[in-house]
C-alpha cells in the first residue's frame, strides 16, 4: 500500500519540504531532508526531534514525489 507523508519543514534547517525535495525517513519515522539528516548524524547519533538512539539503526530514503 502507498503511504503518503505530510512534513511541512524540515526541523534541522527549518526550509520547507517539497515535492521534489530529497528526503530520509529516520527509524523513527521522522523525515528530514537527505542533506541536513547526514551532515547530522556525523556528529549526532540520535534524532533531530525525538532523540531516539539511531546508533545501530539504518535510515530509509523517500522521494517525496507523488507518482
Known sequence: KDRKFFVN???ICLEPINNDS???MLSCFH???QHCV???LVTNASCPMCNKDLS????V???MKEE
Do not use: G, L
Open 31 to 33: 523525515i528530514f531532508h
Open 61 to 63: 530514503k523517500i522521494n
Open 38 to 40: 547526514m551532515n547530522w
Open 9 to 11: 519543514e524540515c526541523v
Open 56 to 59: 545501530k539503526i539504518q535510515d
Open 22 to 24: 530529497m528526503c530520509r
